[in-house]
């Protein structure tokens, strides 16, 4: 068994300034909550979202995505035999095609916390205008199939190509489209004041010039006047932003869905035809 907890960002300090990659963050509305005691690596949190967050010296090239960390059960973590320990973070870890998963038991993630990690804000703001939790993620590879077999091995469900989660809450893509920067896709709870929050926080948005093709009713005018996009229809949808990677080094898709469930490949090639990485 195997869930999404948190993602990985690593940056190198020499080539992007510390207190601008922190205030990048802050712009999408995460706070540093913790500091690891030994590593200084850091964990920002916004709702249900984390992010581990490394300045490594030897990091080549711009920050960007690096991991994801999973709560696994323990049956699940004595089964990993090419785990190792990380004392940076105090979780166990296998690389597979330079992309890192952190393995962490739930029932002593909390214990760890206490005793690895220091806080550094005891209080954390949950907003309704804002990042909920993670959804999904599309990462492109030179060749994707070992990463695709060590999550099946750890508990994704193969579904049409994609990778689903444990609890059906996360879905993984893996393709060898060429693009660089990966795809987070986040949901939130009002796409709208998101969008808004964003907006005057001077984060750069995605301009659509498209109105939706079938009739949302009364969220119609919305969609239009908050520059957003819509696919499904009234009944079952998702009204999405998009940041392009040129803010964080990755493209983010929040997203506000009513009973339209999974993440389509053509969803986000409708974006990928839109931008330039």
């Not at 995605?206 to 949302?216: G, S, V």
């Not at 969609?223 to 998009?242: D, L, M, P, Q």
Request: aromatic share 12%; with cysteine; net charge negative.
């Amino acid at each position: 068994m195997s869930n999404v907890s948190f993602f990985e960002y690593s940056y190198n300090p020499a080539y992007e300034n510390s207190k601008e990659v922190a205030q990048r963050l802050c712009d999408l509305g995460f706070i540093c909550r913790a500091r690891h005691q030994h590593s200084d690596y850091t964990i920002w949190v916004q709702n249900l979202c984390i992010l581990l967050v490394r300045d490594l010296e030897d990091h080549q090239g711009a920050g960007r995505i690096t991991g994801m960390g999973l709560n696994v059960d323990h049956q699940t973590l004595i089964n990993q035999h090419d785990a190792r320990p990380d004392p940076a973070t105090d979780f166990f870890m296998v690389t597979v095609s330079d992309f890192n998963i952190y393995m962490v038991e739930e029932s002593v993630l909390t214990e760890k916390s206490l005793i690895n990690y220091e806080v550094v804000r005891d209080t954390v703001n949950h907003y309704n205008k804002g990042l909920e939790h993670f959804s999904g993620l599309e990462i492109n590879l030179a060749e994707p199939s070992q990463l695709y077999l060590k999550l099946t091995q750890l508990g994704f469900k193969e579904d049409n190509g994609r990778l689903l989660s444990n609890n059906n809450r996360f879905t993984l893509l893996l393709r060898q489209s060429g693009a660089i920067n990966p795809t987070l896709i986040v949901d939130t709870q009002d796409v709208f004041g998101t969008t808004a929050r964003y907006t005057l926080a001077d984060v750069e948005l995605l301009e659509f010039d498209t109105m939706p093709e079938e009739d949302f009713k009364d969220l119609t005018h919305k969609i239009k006047g908050y520059n957003c996009v819509a696919f499904g229809n009234y009944n079952s949808h998702s009204i999405e932003n998009y940041i392009p990677s040129r803010v964080v080094n990755f493209n983010l898709v929040f997203r506000q869905r009513k009973q339209y469930l999974k993440i389509h490949e053509d969803t986000l090639d409708f974006y990928g035809t839109r931008t330039e990485t």
